[in-house]
Nanobody, 124 residues
């Protein structure tokens, strides 16, 4: 089970930190990722983090503005969103990858568990 939270309405340039709480499985056994889906668009890969957080990967569209992290002891994965833009408006989903590796944990079919999503709206 994955439970995402932390979304909200912010102005351009502001920040948010999203959280994804995991339950009923050992978080440290899995690569974890964030995706987002804007209205009328498909689900887009945002970021992936390795099992212990030593390596990360980001979509080019968010690189430099977004940071993924995790705390396996707290069973939580985080997504820090900085310098937010209106085009970052979307529902953000955390997901558990069924495979291992930054290069493979990017496509939706590689994920076997999804959170319910948290809405981020960036507007002035």
């Amino acid at each position: 089970q994955l439970q995402a939270s932390g979304g909200g309405l912010v102005q351009p340039g502001e920040s948010l930190r999203l959280s994804c709480a995991a339950s009923r499985f050992v978080l440290g056994n899995y690569y974890m990722s964030w995706f987002r889906q804007a209205p009328g668009k498909g689900r887009e890969f945002v970021s992936t983090i390795s099992r212990y957080g030593e390596t990360t990967a980001y979509a080019d569209s968010v690189k430099g503005r977004i940071t993924i992290s995790r705390d396996n002891a707290k069973k939580t994965v985080y997504l820090q969103l900085n310098s937010l833009k209106p085009e970052d408006t979307a529902t953000y989903y955390c997901a558990r990858c069924r495979r291992s590796g930054l290069g493979v944990c990017r496509q939706a079919p590689d994920f076997d568990s999804w959170g319910q999503g948290t809405q981020v709206t960036v507007s002035s």
